[in-house]
């Protein structure tokens, strides 16, 4: 057991559907959550400024005394992971991403090969997720920026005609090229998830991160016997902080709704 909190990052608000994931299925875990909203988005800055941005949230999450560090923005993944193992490991600070998992769970749930991703220019530029499915035979990748869906969500729309418009012009060349399923490469994505579905048709398959991300936590927490289980009492008292280098009060009101009442008042960091 090990009671310091998980760290979890973001640029702003789409890590939470990561911290709600790991609230749910870790129920006796404490979360420090930072969202960089003064440096929103990551998306479309260059590799190296978003791998400098990212290290520096996480330096502020190690100083509050996080026993895990979680980078839940594929952007971050994309450029930082790697740095940020090299620096972290050393404290004995493991670092989780959210790729892989979707990657995983991507080559699972097709059934015709063709996968399609979604993502942040920054993200589709690194290549990362076509390498990483490419690395399994027989399957076809259709990958796609998908910009201002990051910029909806952070202003909290997430339906509407004019989002409705956005995502079909990003997203039928993508149905049309026939992928059965699509991964939502950007933590932001799964807050669209009801337009996505609709602009894709039922029979495509949505992977968010989200889950496969705190089923990883779950494993490493508990192979390391630094997990907090939840024993039926209310012996365990998990604290959820929140954080956000940007204006506050739009955070607190948005990150309420998207994630709930887990969002007390945000502080400044
Ligand atoms: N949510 C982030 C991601 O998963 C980044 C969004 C942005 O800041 O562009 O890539």
Redesign the pocket.
């Known amino acids: 057991m090990n009671n310091a909190p998980i760290g979890i990052f973001?640029?702003?608000l789409?890590?939470l559907t990561v911290a709600r994931s790991i609230i749910d299925q870790l129920p006796g875990e404490s979360v420090i959550y930072i969202g960089d909203t003064a440096n929103?988005?990551?998306?479309?800055k260059p590799v190296e400024r978003v791998k400098e941005l990212s290290l520096s949230v996480m330096d502020k999450l190690v100083d509050r005394g996080v026993k895990m560090l979680v980078i839940a923005?594929?952007?971050?993944s994309a450029t930082a992971v790697f740095a940020a193992r090299s620096k972290y490991d050393e404290l004995g600070i493991p670092v989780l991403e959210?790729i892989s998992p979707a990657v995983h769970r991507a080559v699972s749930a097709t059934r015709n090969g063709h996968i399609g991703v979604i993502?942040?220019h920054t993200?589709i530029e690194t290549e990362t997720y076509q390498r990483a499915l490419h690395a399994y035979q027989q399957v076809q990748v259709s990958a796609k920026a998908c910009p201002a869906f990051?910029d909806f969500v952070e202003r909290g729309i997430t339906s509407g005609p004019e989002l409705l418009a956005v995502a079909r012009e990003y997203l039928e060349p993508i149905r049309d090229a026939g992928v059965d399923t699509l991964v939502l490469?950007?933590?932001?994505y799964p807050l669209l998830s009801g337009i996505i579905s609709y602009v894709m048709g039922p029979e495509v398959t949505l992977v968010s991160s989200a889950e496969e991300t705190a089923h990883d936590v779950y494993r490493q927490l508990l192979d390391k016997d630094w997990l907090n289980t939840d024993d039926g009492t209310d012996t365990v008292n998990p604290r959820y902080q929140f954080l956000a280098t940007g204006d506050t009060q739009t955070f607190t009101r948005l990150a309420r709704r998207f994630l709930g009442p887990e969002v007390t008042a945000v502080e400044r960091v």
């Open positions: 973001d640029s702003g789409g890590g929103s988005p990551y998306g479309t923005c594929n952007t971050a959210v993502a942040t993200t990051v490469g950007c933590t932001h």
